[in-house]
């Protein structure tokens, strides 16, 4: 390989213990936005609040731009951008941000790419993907059997490419195991924003969020858009089984009547439904039950019991199991987190 190959030099001393390091992996024809935006949102933390506040500095990571070769990368827009230095230079990293861009434009870069993405995880660094960058971290195999994001434009695509990939595209960002995604491009913010929570606590998060002018979602928001994209498969007797689901959740639904509805045997109904939404017809009437209450947490003084009642659950253990294995927390965990750190409340 050639061209630049400066060294990306290891904090020393007290910036050693305090900072954490982010490695932003920068490639031609690579949006704009998913490279310079983490960049913002990680030199600012600790950073711009304090400014503001009239308080000292006191960064929290350190970051840096990586390109394969060490050379300027031509970004969408006809933007280009001076990387630090090339990702073989990069001995040591904490996190490794994998910007976002056209799918098959990245294709090239696959040979050189892809095996350090695995030694980097080997080393126990985190992977972090953003939108089509989902694509990349799939190529190297770690994603099989776990959890994972993406664009819901691309979601058909990546699934029919990388089966074995959990795809939940309705997530904004998923995290497993030391990978994370996130799905559109701009979600990149939520994702640097849920990684500085992780590393730097919440009020820091909240600081960094009002400075910036960045809306910060608590982990159960990131996990809870409609279900729209699960849509777009083309089954009829399937389409017929999820809108009866969405206008009936409230009552106890069997199988037998769920098949009978869609006019398919049960079998067919629990093949079909998985292949066509990836949910498994249960799990999808748990998550329409889920998202019933999130609103109802949030918007209503009813108390958690009432709320899970009137979604359909008729014993309040399953309500609260269901609830934190879709959304990380517990209904009376979510009410509180959401209504005090709702951004601008």
Same mark, same amino acid.
């Given at each position: 390989?050639?061209?630049?190959? $400066?060294?990306? /030099?290891?904090?020393?001393?007290? %910036? ?48 840096? &731009?990586?390109?394969?070769? +060490? ?5 969408? +827009? ?5 990387? /630090?230095?090339?990702?073989?230079? &990069? ?17 090239? #870069? ?24 989902? #694509? ?21 695509? !990546? ?12 997530? %904004? ?7 994370? @995604? ?9 994702? @640097? ?6 590393? @730097? ?14 809306? /910060? ?21 399937? %389409? &017929? ?9 409230? $009552? ?5 009547? !769920? ?26 009437? /748990? ?31 399953? *309500?609260?199991?269901? *609830? ?18 709702? *951004?601008?409340?």
């Amino acid at each position: 390989m050639s061209g630049i190959d $400066k060294v990306c /030099h290891e904090p020393t001393g007290d %910036l050693m213990k305090r900072k954490t390091k982010v490695t932003i992996l920068s490639l031609d024809d690579a949006i704009a936005s998913s490279v310079a935006g983490p960049t913002d949102i990680f030199e600012q933390t600790g950073v711009a609040w304090n400014d503001m506040q009239g308080l000292d500095r006191d960064p929290r990571f350190e970051v840096e &731009v990586v390109t394969v070769d +060490g050379r300027p990368s031509k970004l969408s +827009g006809n933007l280009t951008i001076q990387p /630090h230095c090339s990702l073989t230079s &990069v001995k040591k990293t904490d996190i490794v941000i994998i910007s976002s861009g056209l799918i098959d434009q990245f294709e090239p #870069f696959h040979s050189h790419v892809i095996p350090w993405l695995r030694d980097q995880y080997q080393k126990g660094t985190v992977l972090a993907s953003i939108c089509t960058g989902t #694509f990349l971290l799939a190529e190297t195999g770690l994603l099989n059997g776990r959890l994972a994001t993406t664009h819901w434009g691309y979601a058909g695509e !990546l699934k029919q490419r990388y089966p074995e990939v959990q795809l939940r595209p309705e997530y %904004l960002v998923t995290d497993e195991e030391r990978l994370l @995604c996130s799905g559109g491009a701009s979600a990149y913010a939520d994702l @640097c924003l849920y990684i500085v929570e992780k590393y @730097c606590g919440l009020e820091l998060t909240l600081q960094l969020a009002r400075a910036m002018v960045l809306e /910060h979602k608590t982990e159960a928001q990131l996990r809870s858009l409609p279900f729209d994209f699960q849509k777009n498969h083309g089954d009829d007797p399937i %389409l &017929v089984a999820q809108h009866f689901l969405e206008t009936n959740f409230r $009552k106890p639904i069997g199988i037998e009547t !769920l098949a009978r509805i869609a006019r398919v045997s049960e079998r067919t109904l629990k093949r079909r439904f998985k292949k066509a939404t990836g949910d498994t017809p249960l799990a999808y009437l /748990h998550r329409i039950r889920v998202e019933s209450t999130k609103r109802e947490l949030v918007g209503s003084k009813l108390s958690v019991e009432e709320i899970g009642s009137r979604a359909g659950f008729s014993d309040m253990g399953r *309500f609260r199991t269901v *609830f934190r294995d879709y959304t990380g927390v517990t209904p009376s965990v979510y009410r509180k987190k959401y209504t005090e750190h709702n *951004f601008g409340d």
